[in-house]
Each structure stands twice: as structure tokens, then as C-alpha cells.
């Protein structure tokens, strides 16, 4: 009888690396490999220094130090991973496709598909096949297509079943959110092999939890929940500005409007936009698909939701500019947090990158902090990301730098901007600060996190999202 006794999963990034992570934690009997092109990659993922693994997650590196070369292996060798396997589960980059059909709005699916030839080149026996990645609806046909027509001829006894599990960890909270989600997702249209991937969830995810669909509603459940999360954070935004111009307060309005049970109280804090990998492209995923269907009113309902979060960003820049007296050449910035949230290294789509390429683009001097992000990373965001913004970066000036400390950033500095809610930035000495800045200067609080009152009391002015004392 089949029995999944070998798993591995193809991308040790933010997703494979912590999913496969708590399986390996909760299911000692199972040999799991967690594969990758990346080399570097691995070979942090490998290394003695639990602090260079290359996904901070608070928990991981515990749990990574129980289980590496235990249960869970770390390799380059892909091949070898696949034709071990009783299941694989694809954990590949789904970025926006850049050029070509589809552009700027639907998935680029060249790793899903180079995954799928891979496993029907390799794969013996029975395989069954994960998706974990975040894809378009209809993708577990392609990979269908591609591992069927695999098949040589009748004497080919190998066999396949495509099955969907989309991932909704968190980043900054992934660890706790695999080890005990919401619910655990699983669209096939094979039984069996539904099954057994349940009988891996079980082992620490209760019964109740662990929903059966079939194969489109999973995919399509996936971009829906995103794009609901997300049209929240664009919701509270919107009302943000209107807070500003009325003298109401965007904290007050979300607490009111949270406490009734229907709406809930959670993915109701404005701040600077929504950031990370999935949010945007996800629903222009929606957006194309609807599109695709003939579904304009669709696509233009969710399409409004990104726009929003482009337009939170940009009027915050403005913000900066208008109060620093439309000029910012010769000034110095601090910039508090460059990570598309808290608790993560990721700066992928981070509001930070496109508001800190207008002001160095305005002629600010930023200095920046981060508590987690490399600088390396910063460096390659700033100088990468200008496609979108009127940019002419000049790359014999300097435009920024990078502080551990966060009182050098503020130092003859005329301004401070708070773009993510790392706990230390809410207990910072104004006292000192106050004694070390420029005179006027300008606190921007894009994450609410301030005291508003308190600051002032300090000769400092300070501009807080959706606040209408602002004014
Ligand atoms: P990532 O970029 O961090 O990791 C993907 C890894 O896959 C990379 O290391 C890359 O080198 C590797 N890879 C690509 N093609 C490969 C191949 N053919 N063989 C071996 N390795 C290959 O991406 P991620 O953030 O982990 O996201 C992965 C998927 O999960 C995406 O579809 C994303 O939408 C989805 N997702 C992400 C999150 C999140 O919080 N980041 C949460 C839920 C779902
Ligand atoms: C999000 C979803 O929360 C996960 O369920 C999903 O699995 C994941 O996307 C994915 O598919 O990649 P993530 O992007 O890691 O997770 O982090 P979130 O906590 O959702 O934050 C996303 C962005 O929204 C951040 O920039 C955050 O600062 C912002 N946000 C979030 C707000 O501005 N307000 C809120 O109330 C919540």
C-alpha cells in the first residue's frame, strides 16, 4: 500500500524553509529535504551560525537547531530530492511576469513549469505532487499536462496526482501560524492522495481544521483570502485621509468600526500601504483572471485595491515634502524601519522602497535604520526599484546610509520617518532626541505608533497618518 515516507520540498524560501521546518518538527517518522537552485541559499540554511539562516522568523532558528540533519536536510541536489520522494511539494518564486502576455498582472510560471518538467523526467513510482506556491487558477492543469504527457508508453508505470495546499502563514509569525493555522487547506480531485497529505497535518493540526476542495476552489481561495486581507489594509487607508481633512482619528474610527462582530477587529491598522511579495500580486492575479473570463467589473473592483495602496504611499511622500517646505535638497532624513513590516528581513514590495526613492530623488540625505534588514539588501532595493518612479539617481552622490544606532540617525537631522511598528521605536528617548536634531523639525508617523502629545511637548512637530489634529 502507498505510504509517504520521503517528502521534499522544491524552494527553501520564506515559505518551504518554515513550512517544511514544522512538519519536520511534528512528524519525526518522515525524511524531508528541502531543495533549491540557490546555492547561497542553502548553504545559509546550512550553516553552524543559526543567525545567518536566510529567513528571519521569530522561532525558526530553534526549531531549525532540533530537527537539521535529523529529519530535515538541506541540499542542492534536486534530482536526487525528487527521485526519493513520495511527495513533492512546490514551494517556487511566483512573481509578476515582467514582459510578454499578461504582463504587470499575471503570474510568471517559469519555475512552476521548470519544477514540473524536472518531476516528470525524475520522479519513479507514484508521485504526488504539492502545490504550495501561490498560483493562478487552472495552473494544476499545466502541471497535469506536463507530467501526463511525461508518460512513455503503457509499460510506463509511473503515476502522479496534482494536489493544491496554498500556504496563509504570515511573515514575522509564521511559526506560530504553522503551528496552529486557521485551517489547512487541501484541493484534489484524488482522494487518496488527499488523504495522506492530511494524515501529515494531523499529526498536529486538529481534524476540524482540515478542509477538502476541489482543486479550483483551493487556488481560487487562496488569491480570495489575500485579496479580502488586502482590501481591508486599502479600506482603513482610504478612510485614514478622510480622518485627516475631518479632525477624526483613524485608531478611534478602526476601534469603533472593529468592535462589531461582523466586520472584526483584525487588518484594520492604516498605515504606509500594504508591502511583501503577495498582496499586489496576487490580486492582479484576480484582476487578469477576470479579465480573462470577461469580467470587467470584477477586475476593476479588486484593481482599485492596489491603486489605493499606491496612492497611501505617494501621499505620504507628499506629506514629507509639503511640510518640509517643498524642499528637501541638503536635508537629512531618518528613515526607522525599511522591512515591509515588523519582525521579518523581507523588503520585498516594501512601502519604504518606493517612498525613500522619492525623497532621494527629492535630494534627501537618508540615514536609515533597521533592526533586521541587511544593508546590503537596502543598497540593492534602492538602486533596482526605480522603474516605476521618475528617478535619476545619481550614483556618484550619497545618498544614504546605514546606522545600528538609532540615535546617529537623528543626529543634525530635520526630520524622521516611522515606516514599520518595531516595538523599539515606541520607547525612544525624546528627551535626548530633542537635543541632537535640526530646528524645525518634523516627525512623519506613517504606523501610528507615536505619542502624539508627548512628542510635541518637545518643540517637535510631528504629522501622524489619520490623525485630524494634524491639521
Ligand atoms: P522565495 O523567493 O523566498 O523562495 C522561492 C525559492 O524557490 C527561491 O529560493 C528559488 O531559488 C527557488 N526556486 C525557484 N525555482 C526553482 C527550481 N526550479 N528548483 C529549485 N528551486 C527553485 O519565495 P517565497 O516567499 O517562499 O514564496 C514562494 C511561494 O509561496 C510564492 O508563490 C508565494 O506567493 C507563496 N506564499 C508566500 C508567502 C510569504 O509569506 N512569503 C506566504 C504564503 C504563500
Ligand atoms: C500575507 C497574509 O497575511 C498571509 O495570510 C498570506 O499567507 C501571505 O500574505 C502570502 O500569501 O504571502 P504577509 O504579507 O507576510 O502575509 O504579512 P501581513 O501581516 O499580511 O502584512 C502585509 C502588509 O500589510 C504589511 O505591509 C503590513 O504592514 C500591512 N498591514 C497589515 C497593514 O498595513 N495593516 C494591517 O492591519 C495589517
Redesign the pocket.
Known sequence: MFKVKKICC???????GPTMAVIAKNCPELDIKI????ET?INLWNSNDLNNLPVFEPGLSEIIKSVRNKNLFFSVN?EEAIRESDMIFI????PIKQKGLGAGETSDLR?VE??ARQISKIAIGHTIIVE???LPVKTAQTIKDILFSSKKNNKDDRSFTVLSNP?F???GSAIKDLENPDRVLIGGDDQKSMEELKKIYLNWVPERKIIFTNLWSSELSKLSANAFLAQRISSINSISAICEVTGANINEVSNAVGQDSRIGSKFLKSGPGFGG??FKKDILNLVYLSKYYGLNEVANFWKNVVEINEWQQKRIYKEIVKRLFGNLADKKIAILGFSFKENTNDTRESPAISICNNLINEGAFLSIHDEIVKPSTIEKDLFQAEKNIENNHNNEIYEWEFQFDIYKCFKDSDAAIFLTEMPIYKNLDWQKISSIIKNPFWVFDTRSILNYEYIKEFNINIWQLGNGLNQ
Open positions: 522544491i524552494g527553501a524560501g520564506y515559505v518551504g531543495v533549491d537552485i540557490n541559499r534536486v514551494s517556487v518564486n511566483t519555475w521548470s519544477c504550495k506556491s501561490t500556504e502563514l504570515a511573515e511579495s503577495c
